[in-house]
């Protein structure tokens, strides 16, 4: 499995600072521009896996710019550039410390404090006697923020983030409205490939000149949670779980062998079979989603690659 990106360590012309997260890594050049780099990292339950998954960053890339494309007529984006098929260049933002959660269906998380006997959730209703998987009367917003430590995500209500000046009003309703507008548009063009796009989360940012602008990734199976539209309603009808098209594949298999993030758990030992068979999840989902076929990019020397596009671009 030699033939991943895990870690990059590039030195680019006018470079400020790197910023990594879990997955991307995200170079400032000049205080002006950021290359945003998707690595194969793969993370579940906050915590990154040990190795990488072969395409998984390309294939993150690729939806991502191609749905920020998708949608540029409903919302600005951040969006410039894409000179490799692992990179994406856009304009330096100042991020809002909300991740903006939109779910049209009870599940996972929500699904789980449901489970647990929680009608409230970021200070949203939930009605009462709904299954998982159940489609809400209407999708709710449910933000998460940042813990002050560490990198687990915290629900919090439209409230608190008012409250405690995250975000101001008059930003958080552009927000709201985005994020509408974003899952509405989603969940059409998940309908037209025979798909329900169950939940996502949307981030953003501000430009320098203070325009609020969709950032970072958008619709990909690691943000968002799909289903399979044919025999949905049999399944649900039925006390079945759900055909899905996310990364909840990788966290039922963790869970399964006995990892679920929590303190003192290791991390299970991932097979090359096992590699390879979630790559070839990876790149079902990403045929699914756009209707296109995957082409595998280059991937003898994936660093020298994108350095090489990069520096052709900048």
């Known amino acids: 499995m030699s033939n ?6 590039f030195k680019f012309p006018g470079q400020k600072s790197v910023y990594k997260g879990k997955v991307r890594e995200v170079y400032n050049i000049n205080d002006d521009q950021l290359v945003m780099i998707a690595t194969d990292r793969l993370s579940a339950f906050d915590v990154v896996m040990p190795k990488g998954i072969p395409y998984k960053g ?34 330096l933002c100042e991020p809002f410390k909300v991740e903006m959660v939109i779910r049209g269906y009870l ?29 809400f009367p209407d999708p709710i917003i449910t933000p998460a923020t940042k813990a002050e430590m560490g990198d687990h995500d915290e629900d919090i209500s439209r409230e608190d983030i008012l409250k405690r000046g995250i975000v101001s009003e008059e ?9 509408r507008k974003l899952f509405q548009r989603g969940t059409e063009i998940a309908a037209s490939r025979g798909l329900i796009l169950v939940d996502t989360k949307y981030e953003f940012g501000k430009t320098k000149d203070g325009k609020i602008v969709l950032i970072d990734e958008i619709h990909t199976p690691d943000s968002s949670r799909y289903f ?24 039922q298999w963790l869970i399964a062998n006995g990892f679920q993030g929590l303190e003192g758990q290791q991390v299970p030992e991932m097979s090359d079979e096992y590699i390879t068979s979630v790559s070839d999840r990876y790149i079902e989902l990403y045929e699914n989603i756009t209707g296109e076929s995957f082409k595998k990019a280059d991937v003898s020397n994936i660093q020298n690659r994108i350095e090489e596009n990069v520096l052709n671009y900048l």
């Open 107 to 135: 599940s996972g998380h929500a699904a789980r404090e449901y489970k647990a006997g929680k009608r409230l959730l970021c200070g949203v209703a939930m009605p009462e006697g709904m299954k998982e998987n159940d489609k």
């Open 171 to 179: 930003d958080y309703e552009i927000l709201e409205d985005y994020t």
């Open 228 to 251: 399979y539209a044919d025999g949905y309603q049999e399944r649900q009808d039925r006390g079945e779980a759900q055909k899905q098209l996310s990364k909840e594949f990788v966290r």
């Open 4 to 9: 991943t990106i895990i870690d990059t360590n």
């Open 58 to 91: 390309q294939i993150l890339n690729q939806i991502a710019t191609k749905m920020m494309k998708a949608t540029e007529d409903l919302v600005p984006n951040w969006l410039v550039a894409t000179p490799d098929p692992n990179v994406a260049v856009g304009h």
